[in-house]
């Protein structure tokens, strides 16, 4: 052996060749994957499509269509445009396929940021659109420009036809219609010649602003969806009969609307969907000149459609879930017979008539009954001029006419905020409930629930609910003594209160006691002043539906979805309104003493509001009428006893609401005494409180007082009045004062005879930590944080309750479980927007922007995918740390994990547990043998550790990019010995004293999974990686050994960095010798060159070497210098493998997969 100088010396020439041939080295699966994004053939996003914009006299155009660039280079100009660069408007400039034509509308301007129709495709198009756009104009649809120059050609002489000057005057007055892509659009404004140029002449010189300049709001007020239109001829049908077919939500709304508008005399046919038919001989509203008018009323059974991803991307096995956030989303029907049904009853239909529920929900159903028959209706020209929407809010009589005497429109910008929102949460919630659910089930053997589903809104429910659970974990009770001051006055005990509220420290508190106690002349409490004044309770608001919601839980104790279906029932059965409302204030047109009159004869309240009605109503203070429905009032009278039950209560519950909304309001006469101990200055003050009823008002017939709006975060001793009766106090009165352990005060004056004293004593308490959320304070905070609709708050806590995130306790309270504490602490441990409720709160806002017609859904769309994706990817990377959680929460040893290596102590199958950590339990002993984290643990059948005393299987540890595989004993792991160096991935330098302490920690971090190990998990000088050390790594501290997947790909890894020198494809065979080389201490090898192909003299087959000072062998080798980042494929299904830089996911391949090389 040599000194170091002779061992540089020697290996200098192999550090020149690991320097000189070095080369970056890329992933062919990170290279492909990049190629895949830039090229766009695998990963497709669907380019966002122009609208085109027609603009009034005052709009600029030049000015709209300059973008205002923010640092990444987006586009800021518009919500709906912003990050949209080159790329999304060169992909605009394309053709736009598969227009869909629902008509043109001969009544209004279009609305200005309208939405071109992507959701269906009509069969009428290919006919309609040869008839009146004339051939070509399909291929010129991509192009607005050529599309007004061609409309304004073609339909210059285009004049509505039955129709007056003032209605004329009044479509030219409109912006705003509901559908209609760019050729209709062209049509409703080829009257104005003058504006097309002017719009077309300033739009010209940049077309890139197109999108951008489309999304400009408009200046003129348009005419909302729900109020009354006609966008038809009036001469229609004149003289002739024709049919309208009303079609409605649910069967049982079909039925009253026929009962409504037929009067019950109808024939009716049909078992699943019924079909009312019957014939009116009174002028329909929008055809009034038609001889006979013939009603088919029939309905669907909710949505026609199901969102979903296609066939090739259901399978969990197969699909990454990571793949999923830029899959299509497909609308799949929901049942065959419906649109068979629809088709059939539409087909020669003249006019149809929807009659959805009056929400979002109820207009995303409108456009696809419309995909499905609208196509089949009889005539030429705009079928959708003759489509018309019904908006009402109760299914009686005189609501169903009012409705049909008042027929709007549907509104496509609702239901295309329905179709984001749907897309959205489909993406995002399925590709993290798979992942997570993949992830961790098979790991655990207790975990709570069957599917360990992630929803935007859920899980932000589920934070809500454990955060109240952590403040009450770390609250930490306090004492705190305040003064209590008792007066005898009359015979009655009156407790006054401390106005200075509580003292943290008893030693003050004591000393106001002994100043009171040694003052001389004695103290007194002396009456200062004594107020009496009249108090107004207002009454309640009316009820929408969180409202209606809260006050199911608190006063009824019916949870938030029961009561929201109770409520739908009533609503379907006529006796409330509809019960999906954010209105809070009665509309001016609603008939509130009409409404009143139908409960005259109810014998619990009808004497009440006879005497209501006799003094006349109140209109109700407060609120806010939103447009969309009143608040939930009933419809109709129900007799005690004609309901029962759930349905019984909460009929009850609104009935009684609504005519205390309109009541007079309670009054009360408050009475404040102030009352002060001079010697205590200010801090002697104290207050008596009590009030008395003394003209009920609306409290006489609302029986649930304690639902009103929660307090939370009240100050102390700001509680409210309590309702007593006070005894006569006069200004000056005066008491003596008693103490605790005394008989009386100093005082001379005889007090006791007149009944009036005092009692000062010290009250001892002690803070009290906060409870759990009941429903009604969680749905007060998730509408606070907008999360979730009106109709869909009660969804998301039912979700949370089924999966077992949360529990119901006495008291409508929620507990989270053990399950959603690991869930939502892991998800702040990652990420905690994934639980808070902000960028839900975001994306809900442009939702409603969509329905407003402020945004496009397209881009709305696509930038919370791009979003959510990238938090997808970051989750992925990071999910070590919430399995830190569900490990030390769940893992059952005994019961999880599958035999993997034997053990060499018993020799027994040790389980393979799948952390982070990843480690081994051995059941006989009850054994944990902790796995290095950061890389791939693979089997390694056959071959034991030849550690003296070890004898265990060993396993294989690959780690880095392109991989390095270094041989893994878990005893030798877990247990190393001193001789053997440093240990990998930690400092193993202490402090003299403390070397037991800081092994201990160390041991504690490795079983923790807090050490990174990217490199060779075993110390260079221990046995086994010195049987397989063939030459010192000259860039590292660390050796070269060959890798242990052997032939045919032979090669040699660094333990400590990067580097693999390959072997050339002319070695057949390398064996590590048990010889050393003399100098350098390394193995040699023996190495078997293919027949043939041998650059030994002679060729020679067989070779002895040592690497480290061979520069034949040097010369014909190949290195690269990879990455310690481990990026690995998805097999079968199983997922994400991906070792990050901080964190790992480990993933366990089986025998077959160790000589992965050899495929190649």
Request: with cysteine; hydrophobic share 30%; aromatic share 6%.
């Amino acid at each position: 052996m040599t000194d170091n100088t002779t061992i540089d010396k020697l290996t200098a020439g192999l550090k020149d060749k690991l320097k000189v041939d070095a080369a970056p080295f890329v992933p062919a699966s990170l290279s492909a994957a990049n190629n895949d994004n830039s090229d766009g053939k695998k990963i497709k996003h669907k380019a966002p499509q122009k609208r085109h914009n027609n603009r009034g006299k005052n709009n600029k155009p030049k000015e709209a269509t300059k973008p205002q660039q923010n640092n990444d280079g987006g586009d800021n100009s518009t919500p709906d445009n912003a990050g949209v660069g080159k790329e999304g408007n060169a992909k605009n400039k394309g053709k736009h396929k598969g227009k869909k034509d629902f008509g043109k509308s001969k009544s209004s301007k279009p609305r200005n940021n309208e939405k071109q129709n992507t959701a269906t495709e009509l069969k009428e198009n290919s006919k309609d659109k040869q008839q009146n756009d004339g051939p070509g104009n399909k291929e010129k649809q991509g192009k607005p420009s050529d599309n007004k120059r061609q409309s304004q050609g073609k339909d210059k002489g285009n004049t509505n036809k039955g129709q007056t000057k003032a209605q004329k005057k009044k479509q030219n007055n409109n912006t705003r219609v509901d559908i209609r892509d760019e050729k209709q659009v062209d049509d409703a404004t080829s009257k104005q010649p003058q504006k097309q140029e002017k719009h077309k002449k300033t739009a010209k010189p940049n077309k890139k602003s197109v999108a951008s300049s489309s999304s400009a709001p408009t200046s003129k007020q348009s005419i909302p969806p729900n109020q009354p239109q006609t966008t038809n001829d009036l001469n229609y049908a004149a003289g002739r009969p024709l049919t309208v077919v009303h079609i409605a939500e649910k069967p049982s709304i079909g039925q009253a609307i026929a009962v409504g508008l037929g009067g019950g005399g109808n024939k009716s046919y049909g078992k699943s969907l019924p079909v009312h038919e019957f014939v009116d001989n009174s002028p329909f509203p929008k055809a009034p000149k038609a001889s006979k008018v013939t009603h088919v009323v029939s309905s669907v059974a909710g949505h026609v459609f199901n969102v979903d991803f296609p066939s090739e991307f259901q399978s969990w096995d197969t699909v990454d879930p990571a793949e999923l956030f830029h899959a299509p989303v497909v609308k799949k029907l929901c049942k065959g017979s419906v649109v068979k049904h629809l088709q059939e009853i539409t087909k020669g239909a003249d006019f149809m008539v929807l009659w959805m529920d009056c929400d979002r929900e109820g207009e995303n159903i409108n456009f696809e009954v419309l995909e499905c028959c609208m196509h089949l209706m009889a005539g030429s020209g705009s079928k959708f001029d003759r489509v018309y929407r019904a908006h009402f809010s109760a299914i009686n009589p005189s609501d169903i006419m009012k409705a049909y005497n008042a027929l709007g429109k549907p509104d496509k910008f609702q239901s295309l905020s329905v179709d984001a929102r749907q897309e959205l949460d489909l993406k995002v919630g399925v590709a993290f409930s798979r992942f997570q659910t993949r992830y961790f089930q098979g790991r655990y053997g207790d975990l709570d629930s069957a599917v360990l589903s992630y929803g935007p809104c859920q899980t932000p429910t589920l934070g809500f609910c454990v955060q109240r659970h952590l403040e009450m974990e770390t609250f930490k009770p306090e004492p705190y003594w305040l003064l209590d001051l008792g007066i005898m006055n009359s015979g009655t005990m009156c407790r006054a209160v401390w106005d200075s509220g509580r003292s943290f420290n008893r030693n003050k508190v004591d000393s106001y006691i002994a100043t009171c106690r040694d003052a001389n002349p004695a103290s007194v409490a002396k009456v200062i002043s004594v107020i009496t004044k009249d108090k107004n309770q207002g009454r309640p608001v009316p009820l929408n539906t969180v409202a209606l919601l809260k006050a199911c839980s608190k006063a009824l104790g019916i949870g938030p979805h029961s009561a929201l279906q109770m409520a739908e029932r009533l609503y379907l059965s006529g006796y409330l309104s509809y019960p999906r409302t954010e209105s809070t204030r009665y509309p001016k047109s609603f008939d509130i003493a009409s409404t009143l009159q139908d409960q005259l004869q109810d014998n619990r309240w009808g004497s009440y509001v006879r005497d209501l009605l006799r003094d006349g109503v109140n209109v109700a203070k407060g609120g806010v009428d939103m447009g969309d429905h009143p608040p939930i009032t009933p419809c109709r009278h129900a007799r005690a006893g004609e309901l029962t039950g759930d349905m019984a209560r909460v009929y009850d519950l609104v009935t009684r609401h609504f005519i205390a909304s309109v009541s007079h309001d309670a009054k009360w006469r408050s009475t404040t005494v102030k009352i002060s101990i001079e010697e205590l200055g200010e801090k002697g003050d104290f207050t008596i409180r009590g009030k008395t009823l003394i003209s009920p008002g609306f409290l006489a017939i609302m029986l649930h007082k304690q639902y009103g709006d929660e307090r939370e975060d009240v100050p102390f001793g700001e509680e409210e009045e309590e309702e007593k009766d006070l005894p006569e106090f006069k200004e000056g009165d005066m008491y003596g004062l008693f103490f605790s352990g005394s008989k009386k005060s100093g005082n001379k004056v005889s007090v006791a005879p007149t009944g009036k004293f005092c009692t000062l004593d010290i009250k001892e308490k002690m803070t009290t930590p906060p409870t759990y959320l009941t429903e009604s304070e969680l749905i007060s905070r998730m509408e606070k944080h907008g999360i979730g609709t009106d109709a869909s708050i009660s969804t998301h806590i039912e979700n949370i309750i089924k999966r077992y995130y949360v529990e119901l306790i006495p008291g409508r309270k929620l507990k989270p479980t053990k399950l959603g504490l690991v869930l939502a602490q892991g998800y702040h441990l990652i990420d905690n927007s994934l639980v808070l409720p902000t960028i839900r709160s975001d994306i809900e806002g442009q939702c409603n922007n969509i329905a407003k017609g402020l945004a496009e859904r397209d881009d709305v769309v696509r930038k919370a995918i791009d979003l959510f994706s990238a938090k997808f990817n970051y989750f992925v990377d990071n999910i070590s740390k919430m399995d830190v959680l569900f490990g030390s929460s769940f893992a059952k040893l005994q019961d999880v994990g599958k035999p993997f290596t034997r053990c060499g102590f018993t020799r027994r199958y040790l389980q393979f547990i799948t952390g982070p950590p990843p480690r081994l339990y051995n059941k006989t002993t009850e054994t944990v043998y902790v796995l290095p984290i950061g890389g791939e643990i693979k089997q390694w059948t056959g071959r034991n550790c030849p550690v003296e005393g070890c004898n265990f299987e060993l396993c294989l540890y690959s780690v880095g990019a392109p991989p390095r595989t270094f041989p893994l004993c878990p005893n030798c792991f877990n247990n190393p010995k001193q001789e053997w160096g440093k240990l990998p991935g930690e400092d193993t330098t202490t402090t003299p004293g403390d070397e037991e302490d800081e092994n201990k920690e160390r041991n504690i971090r490795r079983m923790a999974g807090k050490n990174m190990i990217r490199e060779c998990p075993h110390p260079d000088k221990m046995p086994l990686i010195e049987e397989m050390t063939v030459s010192p790594d000259p860039e590292s501290n660390g050796v070269l050994i060959l890798d242990p997947h052997l032939g045919p790909k032979w090669r040699l890894v660094s333990t400590r960095e990067p580097t693999i020198v390959h072997m050339p494809k002319s070695v057949e065979k390398v064996t590590v010798l048990n010889a050393k080389d003399e100098v350098l201490g390394c193995r040699m090898m023996s190495i078997e060159f293919k027949e043939g192909e041998s650059p030994l003299e002679g060729g020679k087959k067989k070779y002895t070497s040592c690497f480290a000072n061979d520069e034949m062998l040097q010369g014909l080798v190949r290195i690269h210098h990879g990455d310690e980042r481990m990026k690995a494929s998805s097999r079968g299904g199983r997922g994400v493998a991906e070792a990050a830089v901080e964190e790992a996911e480990v993933v366990v391949a089986g025998e077959e997969e160790v000589d992965v090389d050899r495929s190649a």
